[in-house]
């Protein structure tokens, strides 16, 4: 058996027989540890946040989020309650997903992809109306004529319609501060959703389609506007055997846009595609 001996450890003895300059050299030591924590803490914490992209445009529409989840729920829960199994909160972050951490100008058609399929929606057949530059007609139209469907009328147009958005590829924040101008500075996250979301609704398009024209202006038919660029080249002529024109002029003006040039080559575009066209000026 060894010869060890318990002694029993004195209570002003503490465990460690540091010197008392060891124990001066530690504590400072410690406390330059905290010290040099707490500045680092400091100098990050009053950082200014990393400062997003300015634009030429506006910013994104104040409230963005919550316009988006509180249209979506009133489009799905009020206004057409057979879509009320949409999931408006997967709808929502899929709208933030795609633009969000990214370039404005570096937007494309896939960013939009899970948004769409999340709002995919079918149109009657004879129920499509497009317009160009007669916004206000042809919501007034179809308040009156509720079966028609506009893009507005449908959920992703409804949720979107007058709003704008955009994000910063260095930071996960909205930018409210400004955004590129639509389709004017490049082709924007906002630009893009349009020709996206229109692209899809004239692909779905069956029957004879309606559009609303104006009729007192000199384009009537624009090939620029997202009508003449997108949606009559998106119209599927196996499903689409006819497009009904209905220019409406200003009160007074008495021209008949049916027979101008604009028109005519709206005409052109159509009996190339094998799709029927008719026109109507001023129908009252
Ligand atoms: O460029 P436009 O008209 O010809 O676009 C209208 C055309 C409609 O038939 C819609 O189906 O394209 C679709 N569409 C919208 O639904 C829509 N809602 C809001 C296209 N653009 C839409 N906006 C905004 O209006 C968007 O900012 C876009 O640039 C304008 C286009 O309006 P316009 O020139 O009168």
New binding site residues.
């Given amino acids: 058996m060894s010869n060890h001996r318990f002694s029993p450890v004195s209570e002003d003895e503490p465990c460690c027989n540091l010197s008392q300059k060891a124990k001066i050299c530690l504590g400072t030591f410690c406390v330059l540890v905290v010290l040099t924590i707490a500045v680092m803490v400091g100098v990050l914490w009053g950082l200014p946040a990393p400062k997003l992209k300015e634009w030429d445009g506006k910013g994104t529409t104040p409230n963005f989020p919550e316009i988006v989840l509180g249209r979506c729920y009133t489009y799905t829960k009020v206004l057409r309650p057979e879509l009320s199994h949409k999931d408006c909160r997967k709808i929502g972050k899929a709208f933030m997903d795609a633009f969000l951490s990214k370039d404005p100008c570096s937007s494309t058609e896939r960013d939009y992809q899970p948004l769409l399929e999340l709002t995919n929606q079918t149109v009657p057949c004879n129920k499509t109306l ?6 206000e007609l042809a919501h007034q139209y179809t308040t009156v004529q509720q079966e028609m469907f ?3 009328n449908t959920l992703l ?1 409804y949720i979107a ?2 709003l704008n958005w955009c994000g910063d590829a260095d930071s996960s924040e909205i930018n409210y501060g400004s955004c590129p101008k ?2 004017k500075q490049c082709n924007d996250t ?1 630009f893009v959703f ?1 020709n996206t979301v ?1 692209q899809r ?1 004239a692909e779905n398009a069956c029957g004879v389609v309606q ?1 609303v024209l104006n009729g007192s202006i000199s384009n009537t038919f ?1 090939k620029n ?4 660029r ?2 009559i080249y998106n119209l599927r002529p196996e499903k689409v055997p006819t497009l009904q024109a209905w220019v409406m002029h200003d009160i007074g003006d008495r021209s008949v846009a049916c027979s101008s040039s604009s028109i005519n080559d709206l005409k052109l575009i159509l009996s190339n595609r094998n799709i029927k066209f008719t026109c109507h000026d001023n129908y009252r």
């Fill in positions: 497009f317009w160009s530059k007669s916004s506009t893009l507005e147009g319609d007058g639509m389709g906002v349009w229109s609704f559009v624009n506007s997202t009508f003449g997108v949606e």
